[in-house]
């Protein structure tokens, strides 16, 4: 099956419903920040000669995308569809202490998480799992096959619902698959590896 044709049609077919049962059915915006955690595994025969890989951090992201909730009685379930953007670096030394390369890797990506939770008067906790892939250059998006292209994730949070209107929501998301295989350093030099995040997600939701 594909993840985005399915998010895309149930999207609409919730929307489509919205304005004549708004109290079964929600659609709006969201915007946010990301942070997380790298992990890159790269094999150090891999390297250039000498070269070590020191340390792997994340360096923030954003994201911004659409959502619809249907909830019956305390329960709902929120699929979305959401653009992300997040970056990692990765610093090398050259064998000898000193710094031979920081390599910044820009992701580029669309997510597709589908929450399923419980609402209690303005609070809600919730689980999803997330399927994403990445859209780096103009050959991801006109070569995109999501069969192959996705990768799987989770996420855990909590809400809080201000007003009828406004959505505060955070979660941890984790990678259940690597979301790169592969950083390239100076001078083109593709290396292979294994990046995963997990990261702490907020963002904030307008009801239309």
């Known amino acids: 099956m594909n993840p985005v044709k399915t998010a895309l049609v149930a999207l609409a077919l919730l929307a489509s419903g919205a304005a004549s049962h708004a109290q079964i059915f929600q659609y ?13 595994d790269i094999d150090p025969t891999n390297l250039p000669q000498n070269w070590q890989e ?9 994201h911004a995308g659409l959502y619809v ?5 305390m329960v709902y379930v929120q699929p979305e569809l959401v653009y992300t953007r997040l970056s ?9 202490g000193q710094v031979g390369a920081k390599v910044t890797n820009p992701v580029s990506r669309v997510d597709l998480p589908v929450q399923v939770g419980v609402k209690l008067g303005f609070l809600r906790a919730f ?3 997330v399927w994403s892939a990445n859209l780096n250059s103009w050959n991801d998006i006109t070569n995109f096959d999501p069969q192959t292209a996705g990768t799987w994730g989770a996420q855990a949070g909590v809400g809080l619902q201000l007003g009828k209107k406004v959505q505060l929501n955070v979660r941890y998301e984790g990678n259940l698959t690597p979301y790169t295989t592969n950083i390239t350093l100076p001078g083109n030099i593709v290396v292979p590896s294994d990046n995963r995040v997990n ?7 307008f009801a239309f």
């Not at 020191?54 to 954003?62: F, K, L, R, S, Y």
């Not at 909730?69 to 009685?73: A, D, E, I, P």
């Open 28 to 40: 709006g915006g969201l915007i946010g920040a990301n942070y997380g955690a790298i992990e890159s």
């Open 54 to 62: 020191v340390d792997a951090v994340g360096t923030g992201g954003w």
């Open 69 to 73: 909730r249907l909830k019956v009685l």
């Open 88 to 96: 990692h670096e990765v610093t090398f030394t050259d064998g000898q």
């Open 127 to 129: 689980v999803a799992p």
């Open 199 to 205: 990261q702490l997600v907020v963002d904030m939701g």
